[in-house]
T-cell receptor, first 115, second 116 residues
Framework: DTGVSQDPRHKITKRGQNVTFRCDPI?????LYWYRQTLGQGPEFLTY????????KSRLLSDRFSAERPKGSFSTLEIQRTEQGDSAMYLC?????????????FGPGTRLTVL | AQTVTQSQPEMSVQEAETVTLSCTYD???????LFWYKQPPSRQMILVIR??????QNATENRFSVNFQKAAKSFSLKISDSQLGDAAMYFC?????????????FGEGTQLTVNP
């Protein structure tokens, strides 16, 4: 399968713990995006990278959140000191900038439950 | 800031019939893209159809077509000959032209049920 992959698919953690999610984009895609989707809502943008550079961050991305994309390949999203309000689906998408539409392809998501 | 609104939380349609999902948006930009994404249960989101704002012609993709009304900031999705596999959550989304950024802004979604 050459699509966007995310790991883990599900994560249950206790409040106050740190969690880290991984996203592997489609090979050769130079842009990578993170979105958060709460139950019954549309995804909300968190941040995106072009290669290894983080170009934009949403105000939703509090100080407890950090994202990296070392070497411009896979990306990690870490949440420190998790809160119950962090419970959501975290979606990753990738695209190839410079194509006509720069279409974003989504991964299956990581569902986080904070107890 | 751009906003996208889907006023129909749920819709249902009989198999083989036609259904229209509504979407309105607000932006001060003149050049942008609009999209409809489909998110089946427990599966990843996929692009259904896209529309470029500078194109007056409505986009079509097989059984899917849009009615793009730029002045009214309306962007509806019509699904013809509905199939059981069309059952999913549908999201309308907006994106500015590439030089202005890359983020997608989504609506709240419409849950589509297809009845056999």
């Amino acid at each position: 399968d050459t699509g966007v992959s995310q790991d883990p698919r599900h994560k249950i953690t206790k409040r106050g713990q740190n969690v880290t999610f991984r996203c592997d984009p489609i090979s050769e895609h130079n842009r990578l995006y993170w979105y958060r989707q709460t139950l019954g809502q549309g995804p909300e943008f968190l941040t995106y990278f072009q290669n290894e550079a983080q170009l934009e961050k949403s105000r939703l991305l509090s100080d407890r959140f950090s994202a990296e994309r070392p070497k411009g390949s896979f990306s990690t999203l870490e949440i420190q000191r998790t809160e119950q309000g962090d419970s959501a689906m975290y979606l990753c998408a990738s695209s190839f900038f410079r194509t006509q539409y720069n279409e974003q392809f989504f991964g299956p998501g990581t569902r986080l439950t904070v107890l | 800031a751009q906003t996208v609104t889907q006023s129909q939380p749920e819709m249902s349609v009989q198999e083989a019939e036609t259904v229209t999902l509504s979407c309105t948006y607000d932006t001060s930009e003149s050049d942008y893209y609009l999209f409809w994404y489909k998110q089946p249960p427990s599966r990843q989101m996929i692009l259904v159809i896209r529309q470029e704002a500078y194109k007056q012609q409505n986009a079509t993709e097989n059984r899917f077509s849009v009615n793009f009304q730029k002045a009214a900031k309306s962007f509806s999705l019509k699904i013809s000959d509905s199939q059981l596999g069309d059952a999913a959550m549908y999201f309308c989304a907006y994106r500015r032209r590439e030089t202005s950024g890359s983020r997608l802004t989504f609506g709240e979604g419409t849950q589509l049920t297809v009845n056999p």
